[in-house]
């Protein structure tokens, strides 16, 4: 039994170090404390890229709020389609991620890149808009930010929806 | 009642069974699929360890400060005691090891029935994780079936067959 015990502790410690030996070296590695607390904003295990995030994020629904009043932003829902269909902030194109790259095209060929954009998902649990940010900076668009509380937020300030 | 080589030792030879549960190649047959299935879980999870971490979060059961850690070390204890399964190291702590994990996410899983818990973020990146892991029922009835069969490797009382480390 205590030989068994010692055999199984062995194998705990062996994966344990090739774990944490692999994660520090791998290019796909995480830190060890992620960020977790959606009071802080969005949630994600790489607190590297959420410092780097925070540099072009629309922190709270009443900014987003004025951001969509000065109507001059594009606001973009990289949700579902089948998402947006039931409801989407007014104006905002349906871009989801799920098919981000058979309808960039046509979204490329309608919007300007200098077109300030704004993208939103399912709120804080969600990093989609964050994606479909880095993806639209990639392809040329000068001025993306990221709407971290996304249609969640919005709807709970009592800001208007619209449904096809 | 037959005496094989094997079980001439300690306190085997006390209990010598025949059957299946002293059947060499169902005990190999058992340990390689419950092994290799773990090993293939494992490789998702070890290649993209943040959306795994993302999973653990979504059960919504473990401390802000250790979720990181265990999508770190949680795939690769899959990994090494899977193939320690498989090549026969170790086999017996290999297979307590397993049903630990088995134990644990049966555990979790029906926590989360229990009480109504759903993690749904509405993401297109967690949806396929989402798809991989299934109904409360079905998940249940999978890790019941591979905890009998981590019961069976550790309790096995037969001569095992292609085993590099006995234990």
Redesign the interface.
């Known amino acids: 039994m205590q030989?068994?015990l010692k055999?199984?502790v062995?194998?705990?410690v062996?994966?344990?170090s090739?774990?944490?030996l692999?994660?520090h070296l791998s290019p796909?590695?995480?830190?060890?404390?992620?960020q977790?607390?959606t009071e802080v904003g969005v949630?994600?295990?790489?607190t590297a890229a959420a410092a780097v995030w925070m540099d072009f994020e629309i922190p709270d629904p009443q900014t987003a709020k004025q951001v969509f009043d000065a109507a001059s932003a594009l606001f973009v829902d990289?949700?579902?389609q089948d998402?947006f269909d039931e409801g989407h902030i007014p104006g905002a194109v349906s871009l989801?991620?799920?098919s981000f790259e058979s309808r960039l095209e046509a979204f490329a060929a309608d919007v300007s890149p200098k077109q300030p954009i704004v993208t939103y998902?399912?709120?804080r649990?969600?990093?989609?808009s964050h994606?479909a940010a880095q993806l639209l900076m990639e392809r040329g668009f000068e001025n993306v930010v990221v709407f971290i509380d996304g249609l969640p937020g919005w709807i709970e300030n009592g800001y208007p929806v619209a449904t096809p | 009642m037959v005496y094989r080589d094997g079980l001439r030792m300690g306190t085997l030879s006390r209990h010598p069974e025949t059957g299946w549960r002293a059947n060499g190649w169902l005990d190999l047959g058992l340990r390689w699929l419950l092994g290799g299935l773990f090993v293939l879980a494992s490789a998702h999870k070890i290649m993209d360890p943040a959306a795994f971490a993302k999973i653990i979060f979504g059960y919504d059961l473990f401390p802000a400060v250790a979720i990181n850690l265990i999508a770190i070390i949680l795939p690769y204890i899959e990994l090494t005691a899977g193939l320690a399964l498989i090549t026969g190291v170790y086999p017996r702590a290999a297979a307590v090891v397993l049903s630990g994990l088995l134990m644990g996410f049966i555990l979790a899983i029906s926590i989360n029935a229990w009480r109504g818990h759903v993690f749904d973020c509405g993401c297109f990146s967690s949806g396929e994780a989402a798809l991989w892991q299934g109904t409360p029922g079905w998940m249940l009835g999978r890790n019941g079936l591979l905890l009998f069969m981590g019961w069976s490797i550790t309790t096995f009382r037969g001569q095992r067959k292609i085993v590099v480390r006995s234990g």
């Not at chain 1, 796909?28 to 992620?34: D, T, V």
């Not at chain 1, 949630?43 to 790489?46: F, G, K, S």
């Open positions: 030989d068994l055999k199984t062995l194998l705990l062996v994966a344990a090739l774990a944490l692999v994660n796909h590695g995480i830190p060890l404390i992620g977790w607390d949630v994600t295990a790489d990289v949700r579902s998402l989801p991620l799920g998902c399912s709120g649990l969600c990093q989609d994606t």
